[in-house]
Nanobody, 121 residues
Framework: QVQLVESGGGLVQTGGSLRLSCAAS????????MGWYRQAPGKQRELVAV???????NYADSVKGRFTISRDNAKNTVLLQMNSLKPEDTAVYYC???????????????WGQGTQVTVSS
């Protein structure tokens, strides 16, 4: 069974850095897009960054120039390097992947369990 396992969340001060990691495991045939979403209390879940299978990236305007998304296809892993963190970045961060399982008919969407990022003022 496919699952996404996240790590790297925590508590940092304004201006600090964190690196989030998400590894997909299980019976995977191929992975298309991988991305990071976040949800703050009382707010809708929003896309932070996405990276395609060929390495094209897209970022939310609020994180451009501060966050970098990357992937290691050999490890089925997506990374999010977060620099110059602000209190507004405080949220639960969720890993997302669009993938096809071995023996599966179609691609489908998977989510990680979420990891808390807290930036103190």
């Amino acid at each position: 069974q496919v699952q996404l396992v996240e790590s790297g969340g925590g508590l940092v001060q304004t201006g600090g850095s964190l690196r989030l990691s998400c590894a997909a495991s299980g019976s995977i045939f191929s992975i298309n897009d991988m991305g990071w979403y976040r949800q703050a209390p009382g707010k809708q879940r929003e896309l932070v960054a996405v990276i395609s299978s060929n390495g094209n990236t897209n970022y939310a305007d609020s994180v451009k120039g501060r966050f970098t998304i990357s992937r290691d296809n050999a490890k089925n892993t997506v990374l999010l390097q977060m620099n110059s963190l602000k209190p507004e970045d405080t949220a639960v961060y969720y890993c997302n992947a669009d993938l096809k399982e071995r023996g599966g008919l179609f691609r489908r969407n998977y989510w990680g369990q979420g990891t808390q990022v807290t930036v103190s003022s």
